[in-house]
């Protein structure tokens, strides 16, 4: 398994010497709004876009702090995690709503989108400049000019969503005056997003082997679909969803208890996935992959010490699942009960049949931790390393398309969009089952309301912990609890939500370096 794995994995190392030198820590440059060409390291077009899949998976975007609290922290399953002390002034921020521009978390998520952003802005620049020049350029970097626009529209996507109105910056950048531009409406942003997504579905359906992890047809399809969904604007969301279906490319065959273990990386489960691997070196570095799961691991003391606990689930997490889900036991770690694959968390005693951990769950700002985000123990061994550098960060799964594709069908309605909702609703739930038919019964509802709430229930713990459920409930506008005879209990609003909570502010430090010309949200003004 270790020797397929990084078999998988080496077209990460070929380009790690261009990508690595591109992957800077942005606290330490100028805010955006002013890098110029001179940032971007790389000569070919391969190369470039080979250093966007690193900048993909940094800790400010995707496998650290600053993404999980934009992402995950904001969700009612989700807590900020570690020590209730360790952090403990993004708590008011992102669990209970009291947005401040000055939380030190903003700034990096914004300026590694706009970093992404830059860097594909620059091979896109290059290469119109070659096409002007006469040049003819081939199918290869064609496609390196999609996957620049594939990353491109992921960041105005990330952006759009957390702030609303951002800078729109869609050329390269030759001096810092150009990039310090206002702010550009939703709608621009997100008819940038849509030419950019239309242009990566010219991406092949697959890959050569070598290249496994490289962004497809269906990667940009799918995300594209997420777009959609985020406007409600169901047919189109529908069509996307169906186009990825309607590949062949991609089923539910793999288990649900193998998806997010090693052994499921690059699955017919995957849509995108962040390739990641590491080194046998001691000590293990992240250079190749990414602190997804060392942020999120258990935090403890010697071996029992796989990370630092940063995101973790709240309680009631628990009676989201129906009886008897399987998918419970492979969204949590719990700290007594003991978990396949391998052992879970032991409580501080020690007595429990597996003892692999022994930490204690008191004093953390959480109840569970993210089984999603766990690595192996023989890898852990084969690596010399408790941190997880080589675990892929599952971006887009299948199933998330097949609910996409359900919620759409379902919001549409009619009878036979109905029929078709309940059939993708079942595909789920069946792989979910497996072979135990006394749990997860078929939903045969056809009221369209029950079954939009079905269909949303599904999303929740089907991708409970992953990056899109505060996103869901935004669009979905729903902060009730299901079935609240009064409506009165609420999933966001007890946290403190309220309607200006949907966007974030900008971040402070980047208003400041406009000089004036970028405007604060204005729930947010001074």
């Known amino acids: 398994m270790k020797t397929i794995i990084r078999n998988l994995k080496l077209w990460i190392i070929a380009v790690a010497a261009v990508a690595s030198a591109a992957c800077s820590d942005l606290l330490d440059q100028r805010p955006q709004g002013q890098w110029t060409i001179d940032d971007i390291e790389g000569g070919a077009y391969f190369s470039q876009v080979m250093a966007l899949y690193t900048k993909a998976r940094h800790y400010n975007i995707t496998s650290g702090i600053p993404a999980f609290a934009v992402h995950y922290y904001r969700s009612e399953d989700s807590r900020k995690g570690s020590t209730t002390t360790d952090g403990a002034e ?11 521009a000055a939380n030190s978390l903003l700034n990096p998520y914004w300026t590694q989108n706009y970093e992404i952003i830059n860097a594909a802005n620059t091979v896109l620049d290059q290469m119109q400049k070659a096409q002007e020049a006469g040049e003819q350029l081939d199918e290869a970097e064609l496609q390196c000019g999609m996957e620049a626009r594939f990353f491109r529209g992921w960041c105005y996507f990330n952006l759009v969503r957390a702030f609303g109105e951002v800078p729109l910056v869609d050329f390269a950048i030759t001096n810092s005056d150009e990039a310090n531009i206002p702010k550009s409406s939703v709608d621009k942003i997100y008819e940038l997003i849509d030419a950019d997504l239309t242009a990566a579905e010219g991406l092949p359906r697959r890959w050569e082997s070598k290249y496994i992890g490289r962004v497809t047809y269906g990667a940009a399809r799918a995300l594209h679909a997420k777009t959609y969904g985020q406007r409600g604007l169901w047919s189109q969301m529908y069509q996307a969803a169906k186009n990825v279906i309607d590949t062949r490319v991609y089923n539910l065959d793999t288990p649900f208890d193998e998806i997010f273990r090693e052994e499921g990386e690059n699955s017919s489960e995957s849509v995108w996935e962040l390739q990641c691997t590491a080194t046998v070196a001691q000590p293990a570095t992240n250079d190749l992959g990414s602190q997804f799961c060392q942020v999120q691991g258990c935090r403890g003391s010697g071996t029992s010490n796989l990370g630092w606990g940063w995101h973790m689930a709240d309680q009631s997490i628990v ?10 036991d492979e969204t949590l770690l719990y700290f007594s009960t003991p978990s396949k694959p391998w052992p879970a968390i032991a409580p501080a005693t020690g007595n429990a049949p597996f003892n692999e951990f022994l930490v204690s769950q008191d004093g953390l700002d959480g109840d569970y931790y993210n089984k999603k985000a766990y690595c192996s123990p023989k890898l852990r061994e084969y690596y010399g390393s408790n941190d997880g550098f080589w675990y892929n960060i599952r971006m887009i799964r299948y199933s998330d398309v097949v609910l996409m594709a359900a919620e759409a069908a379902c919001e549409m309605g009619g009878e036979a969009m109905i029929e078709e909702a309940l059939d993708y609703l079942e595909q789920v739930r069946a792989r979910a089952r497996g072979t135990n038919t006394n749990v997860l019964p078929k939903v045969t509802t056809t009221n369209q309301l029950e079954l939009c709430k079905a269909i949303h ?21 729903e902060f009730s609890i299901a079935g609240a005879e009064d409506g009165a209990s609420a999933v966001l609003g ?28 204005p729930d947010y003004a001074n």
Request: proline residues 6%; without cysteine; glycine residues 4%.
């Open 494 to 521: 007890n946290k403190g939500y309220t309607a200006k909570n949907k966007y974030l502010p900008l971040p402070q430090e980047q208003v400041d370096a406009s000089n004036g010309v970028l405007v604060q949200n």
């Open 90 to 100: 993004h708590v008011p921020m992102y669990e209970n709503f009291q947005y401040s």
């Open 319 to 328: 009676d989201v699942f129906e009886e008897g889900d399987p998918r419970r």
């Open 457 to 477: 229930h599904e999303r929740h713990v089907e991708l409970a912990l992953e990056f899109d459920r505060f996103y869901d409930l935004v669009r979905w506008q």
